[in-house]
């Protein structure tokens, strides 16, 4: 069921029995349709209401997708907690849930829908930003102590860019996933001023792990909490 996001918004503003059915038929609906396959026609007839009576309570899908995204986001904290407590290697805890994330989107195309979806509307995007600064302010602040968590707010403005076009290029036999994941983590590395030995040193850890196998196992994991 969706028991961690009721209890997540039971804290802020708590969400109404008709809400509840709403986000509930919304997230089934993402997960087995895709972001943008679904309709708000197709979630109220889910929820068993009036298409005006959901479009009242949410303006808009994205407005429901930004629920899932904050899920989400729950599932890379996951990611990193998890690469941290085996590795005890905070750059190597950023890359992984990087290349996890990516992993995911290349083999999976309604994980990418969401995903894509996610980087691309402005409210989930800003969140999305938001969520990974302090992350990445968390890992690799003591590394860079003359920034500040807002430079890394800024900051990602940009990975957050190279993000996307990772998503937006889908691999082939000339440019395969350990291409792409090599490539925009070595970019988003060095915008943070990682040494050029030890981006390489990290991505070679990295390639170590399963982390194709490691994302579905994970996503799959994410989806049935949500069913």
Not at 203 to 210: G, M
Request: aromatic share 10%; proline share 2%.
């Amino acid at each position: 069921m969706i028991n961690s996001i009721i209890q997540r918004h039971s804290k802020l503003a708590p969400l109404s029995d008709t809400e509840i059915q709403i986000v509930r038929a919304a997230t089934q609906l993402f997960l087995e349709k895709g972001f943008s396959a679904t309709t708000q026609r197709m979630i109220a007839e889910k929820s068993g209401i009036g298409l005006g009576t959901l479009t009242y309570h949410f303006r808009t899908k994205e407005d429901l997708l930004k629920l899932l995204i904050e899920e989400l986001m729950d599932f890379h904290s996951d990611v990193i907690e998890e690469a941290a407590v085996s590795t005890s290697d905070k750059l190597l805890s950023y890359a992984m849930e990087i290349a996890v994330q990516i992993a995911l989107c290349e083999n999976d195309k309604k994980a990418w829908d969401l995903y894509y979806s996610a980087y691309s509307h402005p409210i989930t995007f800003s969140f999305i930003k938001d969520w990974a600064a302090k992350k990445t302010h968390n890992l690799l602040g003591e590394r860079l102590p003359h920034l500040h968590e807002s430079d890394f707010r800024n900051l990602e403005n940009i990975t957050s860019g190279i993000e996307l076009a990772a998503f937006i290029s889908p691999c082939d036999r000339y440019y395969t996933l350990s291409d792409k994941v090599t490539l925009t983590l070595d970019c988003m590395m060095k915008i943070y001023d990682i040494s050029a030995e030890e981006r390489k040193n990290v991505i070679e850890k990295l390639n170590e792990f399963d982390y194709a196998n490691v994302s579905m196992q994970l996503f799959k994991k994410f989806s049935n909490k949500l069913k």
